[in-house]
């Protein structure tokens, strides 16, 4: 199975400092979405894991974020792309909890839903943290230079972030260097 896992806020949509708490305020990155339907039309399965702490500090409840989706999948379809799954983290960040990335629950519950080993699957993040957990549990880190991760243009990456971490300027570059890497290896 070819999969592919994506954060969310900043990596397919706008971020926001005071979080996306609305289908309204859900806007999608230029490019990004056909950047999944690239991948999609490769053969790539696309999930998302992302925090959510929104939900843990009341700023918006489940079907809020459900209508989020619900959008972004309409969009998504608009384009002839699809997210296969959704996986989120609904804790505020000191519940200590073992889904909040950095941490490897996210991870560990795709790889368990698809039964999967996660090793070598890319993960596409805009922090360093959604990049920490995936590598815990083998991925291929790629920071995305959108959302937070704008600020590390024209910079080199700190020591914090994992080694190998490969970067691309936006989703639509990262989508086309796999599949370039994709059609050399073939």
Known sequence: ????ILDRDGTINEDSAD????????????GALEAIARLNHGGWHVVIA?????????????ST????????????ADVGARIDAVFYCPH????ACHCRKPEPGLFEQIGERYGIDLRGVPMVGDTVNDLLGAVTVGCEPHLVLTGKGAGYRGRTLPDNFPKGTRVHADLAAFADFLIAREAKAA
Do not use: C, I
């Open 50 to 62: 992302s925090n959510q702490s929104g939900l843990g500090r009341g700023l918006f409840d489940v």
């Open 1 to 4: 199975m070819k999969l592919v």
């Open 19 to 30: 979080y996306v708490k609305s289908p309204d305020e859900w806007t999608p990155l230029p």
């Open 92 to 95: 505020a960040p000191d519940a």
């Open 65 to 76: 974020l459900n209508a989020m989706h619900a959008k972004m999948h309409g969009l998504l």
